[in-house]
């Protein structure tokens, strides 16, 4: 119920036993045994906005959630993520879902709540018109780039790249802000040279717009790294491991489902973007690699990978230890 660029993607996604998954843990012989009993009430919290986000209707639509004995009550999720984490440390929300390099920082500030899991990665485009001439991320120095939010997750996680290909991203880039649905008007007035958005909107402009596709974040060595994870009380998954688990293993099942049926996914995702085709929808889950859902060390992994790129752009303490912290913010709850 509820509260109110391509590389193929066969190259990108793969088994479940081949991300770490491991048969034991979402098939036949789990560790953690799996709910008895009446279904379990639990709160998800998610941004619906977010096409990203595509396991969590999937999981409500293909019977994941019941599969695993979940009866779960959705909140749409629109706020910042310091008050998101502090919703699920506290109580409010049992889960909920969100990119990594956005929890990452207020994470820092010790809130009750572990990842559990990574449920995708490809969610980032930077955009601009043809004319531009701008081919990759590399051509961007001297230029201005806008996105919706100044201190969000595409400027954190592009000023990363740039960095790492010799641009500086506070001096050889302007960064400017607009309202996400006025970045394409920005564009054509010639305010900005490129923009950065998601999906759905990453589509509607270029599509409206004529604009084009020059970096993602599926390249520059990002290819087979999540960037959103699912993140649990901490208190829940003390209390009740198996509820932890089961919320963990429907969603990345729901997940490897999204991207072995984008068809289907498009149109069970249609109701949340009304005025898109779910033909349209398809396409774009396309980008996605939900296929790539790491737990375990291998989430671990990935969470101080990031941890190290936002330490090189000041986003965090050069002295926090990126292995303590990974070690500390994930939790294996399918052992």
Avoid at 195 to 223: C, H, M, Q, V, W
Avoid at 302 to 314: P, Q, R, T
Wanted: neutral net charge.
């Amino acid at each position: 119920m509820r509260s109110n660029f391509t590389l193929s993607r066969r190259q990108l996604l793969g088994s479940a036993a081949a991300l770490g998954v491991g048969s034991r843990a979402l098939a036949g012989e789990p560790a953690v045994p799996p709910l008895d009993g009446p279904p379990r009430k639990v709160t998800l919290a998610w941004m619906p906005t977010a096409l990203c986000h595509i396991a969590v209707p999937v999981a409500d639509k293909k019977g994941f959630f019941t599969k695993h004995n979940l009866d779960v009550e959705f909140v749409n999720w629109a706020g910042s993520t310091d008050l998101l984490l502090e919703a699920i440390s506290t109580g409010k929300a049992d889960a909920g879902v969100g990119m990594a390099l956005r929890w990452l920082k207020p994470m820092e500030q010790g809130f009750d709540v572990k990842l559990t899991a990574g449920t995708h990665g490809g969610c980032m485009h930077v955009l601009a018109a043809p004319e531009s001439g701008l081919k990759g991320l590399g051509d961007l120095r001297g230029k201005r780039l806008g996105v919706g939010d100044i201190n969000g997750v595409d400027k954190n996680f592009f000023s990363i790249v740039l960095l790492k290909k010799g641009i500086d991203p506070l001096t050889e880039v302007e960064w400017k802000q607009y309202p996400p649905e006025l970045l394409g008007m920005a564009v054509k007035k010639g305010e900005i040279d490129a923009l950065s958005t998601g999906d759905p909107l990453a589509f509607i402009l270029k599509r409206d717009n004529g604009l084009i596709e020059f970096a993602n974040n599926l390249e520059n060595g990002y290819e087979n790294l999540a960037c959103c994870v699912l993140g649990i009380r901490g208190s829940l998954i003390r209390a009740d491991r198996p509820v932890a688990a089961a919320i963990t293993r429907a969603l990345i099942e729901a997940a490897q489902w999204a991207s072995e049926n984008p068809a289907e996914s498009g149109e069970i995702y249609a109701p949340y973007a009304p005025k898109q085709r779910a033909s349209d929808l398809a396409v774009m889950l396309q980008s996605v690699t939900s296929g790539h859902h790491p737990v375990k060390t291998d989430l671990a992994k990935e969470i101080a990978f990031y941890v190290n790129d936002l330490k090189s752009v000041g986003v965090m303490k050069p002295g926090v230890n990126a292995d303590r912290f990974a070690n500390r913010v994930y939790e294996d709850v399918l052992a």
